[in-house]
DNA sequence: ACGTTTATCTAACTATCATTCGGTAGAATG
DNA sequence: CATTCTACCGAATGATAGTTAGATAAACGT
């Protein structure tokens, strides 16, 4: 065996956390591997590969694989509920309903695929995960479906959807549809904004011109 | 250790395989698994078990767990096909090509959500598996792939379709916005059928009355 | 200068995984 | 009745998983 120490290189005085770019490290190598092959497909020496540190080292920042997943999945819902805020908050005051639903794919969207790791990796994953896993996440999902459902229902009151519209069926398809862009998008497809003006519009008004035939 | 053997009941004769049922068992219930676990976190024990054998007598009926996923995927794909295909069959010759869409997201969401174990097994474990699992399949999913883009460009070229649509994103939001029921669907919210038309008529229509605002 | 803290490595541990294999009860076959 | 085949069991095997623990080198406080 060839001694080949890495450096140890603690805290720089007053400044900026020393061992919390390993962290940053092993999170976003996580989150990565998480998206591509799953939870339990992705080993702790695969994660501890793509950091650049031995498996064991993981454990000096983390207890548990289990509190890797957890701090993703958390942080990956946090991600897009801001980008979904802040494009929300970029539009003016008397924006319309068709604009708020627009900016709110948007916003999903751009957290999802671009920003993406964590969030991509947090939507992918949470369908298959076992129960305990899931507890973490649920409130902050739920909350999440709580914003949606109150975009859509102001819309409705507002009037101009169309009639027959089940507002909670909707949620689930506009999020379906835009969840699965994680199976698909490449950015060699067109931009992100392409994509997501596309998807807005199928939303807002369907594939065909008029509502006969 | 009680002796507790299970009887062996080989070919009646000219009649149905013997052993067809249990393999068809093992089957049924891995898709079950794989469907709520993923294919790595579903363990052969867990298979047997379900399938009420032990875990080495699944090598009886199949060379590998790999041979059962593989099986699982290709019948899955074929069941939404079927499925689609003869909702497809059953319209008029002279049906409009909204009719025909909504066809066929029945015909996909029925597939996936009733006979639906190697389906939504199939759609849910696909993004995740290692590139060797995904080969099998490929092709029968390209095909299908087609069936759609065919589909939707017949209704292009019928006219009806609002312009500016992209026939491309158009086919995996659809398939997106379906395939995403799996991770949502629950009897008590309705009957297939009714989100079935949900579903096509948001596709179709949209959300909003009028296409502006 | 000296002991402590920090961040890591190396090596081990136990559990569990997919898979293999010899054995066997009972039906089928002759 | 003797043999063969069928469909399974039960125990073992080797690989690999998550996790733990002791050692270590660099940077730190005093």
Redesign the pocket.
């Known amino acids: 065996?060839?001694?080949?120490?890495?450096?140890?290189?603690?805290?720089?005085?007053?400044s900026e956390?020393?061992?919390?770019?390993?962290?940053d490290h092993i999170l976003k190598s996580a989150a990565k591997l998480f998206r591509d092959q799953g939870y339990?497909a992705?080993?702790?020496?695969?994660?501890?590969d793509a950091a650049?540190?031995?498996?064991?080292?993981?454990?000096?920042?983390?207890?548990?694989?289990?509190?890797i997943l957890t701090e993703i999945l958390d942080t990956g819902i946090d991600e897009v509920r801001k980008s979904v805020v802040s494009r929300l908050d970029a539009l003016p005051a008397d924006a319309t309903p068709r604009q708020k639903i627009a900016a709110g794919i948007e916003g999903h969207l751009l957290g999802l695929l671009q920003h993406g790791d964590f969030t991509s990796a947090s939507i992918r994953t949470y369908g298959q995960l076992p129960a305990h896993l899931k507890r973490s996440s649920q409130l902050r999902r739920k909350d999440y479906s709580a914003f949606w459902d109150s975009l859509l229902s102001e819309a409705a009151e507002h009037g101009g959807l169309r009639t027959g519209v089940d507002l909670h069926i909707a949620r689930l398809v506009i999020l379906g549809a835009v969840n699965w862009t994680v199976e698909w998008y490449d950015p060699k497809q067109g931009s992100v904004q392409k994509v997501s003006r596309q998807i807005a519009s199928l939303i807002s008004d369907g594939v065909f011109l008029t509502h006969e035939g």
Do not use: C, N, W
């Open positions: 065996m060839t001694i080949a120490k890495r450096k140890a290189r603690p805290g720089i005085k007053g956390a020393p061992a919390e770019l390993t962290r339990v992705t080993t702790l020496r695969q994660i501890a650049g540190i031995q498996a064991g080292s993981v454990y000096y920042h983390f207890r548990s694989k289990d509190e």
